[in-house]
């Protein structure tokens, strides 16, 4: 059974940064093997695709979050990060961590991100 655990939320001023850690309880070898990705969900709204990093580093970022959000992720050691820039108010969202393999989604349970003054 994989885990996955959120940290690093919280509230921060419009323009800020934060950024968000996702630890997940699998062997190297397969955390290696999964895509890892950061999803959101805001209040009445559908929970969105916010980036995506393979192992071999390829990533994918929402066009909300271009330019001011960066995904990492570190194979050897296992957490995949999210740096949060520029935050805006509309980043307000419970954070998801998502692992992908074989088809099959693995979540956390999420890290709330408030961007509020």
């Known amino acids: 059974q994989v885990q996955l655990v959120e940290s690093g939320g919280g509230l921060v001023q419009p323009g800020g940064s934060l950024r968000l850690s996702c630890a997940a309880s699998?062997?190297?070898?397969?955390?290696?093997?999964?895509?890892m990705g950061w999803y959101r969900q805001a209040p009445g709204k559908e929970r969105e695709l916010v980036a995506t990093i393979t192992s071999g580093g390829s990533t994918y970022y929402a066009d909300s979050v271009k330019g001011r959000f960066t995904i990492s992720r570190d194979n050897a050691k296992n957490p995949v990060y999210l740096q949060m820039n520029s935050l805006k108010p509309e980043d307000t969202a419970v954070y998801y961590c998502?692992?992908?393999?074989?088809?099959?989604?693995?979540w956390g349970q999420g890290t709330q991100v408030t961007v509020s003054s």
């Open positions: 699998v062997s190297i070898f397969s955390f290696y093997a999964m895509r």
């Open positions: 998502n692992g992908r393999v074989g088809g099959t989604d693995y």
